[in-house]
């Protein structure tokens, strides 16, 4: 082989060598920048979705604040409820009294006594009744704002499943 001919031959394989090397290059650069991206993408993803749970877990957090601001209102009424009912029926009690006080005969004070009797068993009647509809308006009351976050989660899991 000539000496031209080898060193045409030897430009020949560098040109091979690089273009070879310079198209690898090119194939490993597209897959770095393709990954790159890749997981840029998912990284922005993953963030929004921390940021969705963040955010759901302050809903959350305010719910129950919510809930038992509603508590305890409904607290206090049912204690000024009750106050008044027993101040009520203290009063009665003693209106009674001076009452079966002033029978002139046996019969009066017993029926004087039936009468108070039967009256007191119905106010506490009518009181039962109407303390067991606070109670169930405050219950409703009270789990109303979570059980709309209970009803928020059953659908954002059954959004993940589909």
């Known amino acids: 082989m000539s ?3 080898a060193k045409a031959a030897a430009t020949d394989a560098t040109l091979d060598v690089s273009n070879v090397v310079q198209e690898a290059t090119a194939k490993v650069e597209s ?5 790159q991206k890749t997981v840029t993408e998912q990284f922005e993803k993953l963030s929004k979705g921390f940021e969705g749970l963040t955010a759901f877990g302050q809903e959350n957090v305010d ?31 003693v209106a009674a009294a001076q009452d079966f006080a002033s029978a002139k005969t046996l019969t009066e004070l017993f029926e004087k006594q039936t009468s108070y009797a039967q009256s007191a068993f119905e106010g506490f009647v009518s009181q039962a009744t ?33």
Do not use: C, H, Q, W
């Open 63 to 93: 719910a129950f604040v919510k809930s038992s601001e509603i508590a305890a209102k409904a607290a206090e009424g049912i204690g000024t409820e009750i106050s008044a009912y027993s101040k009520k029926s203290f009063e009665e009690g």
């Open 130 to 162: 109407k303390m067991n509809e606070i109670y169930v308006a405050a219950a409703k009351d009270i789990s109303a704002p979570l059980g709309a976050r209970v009803t928020k989660a059953t659908e954002a899991l059954r959004s993940f499943s589909l």
């Open 3 to 5: 000496r031209t001919s």
């Open 31 to 35: 897959f770095v920048a393709d990954t």
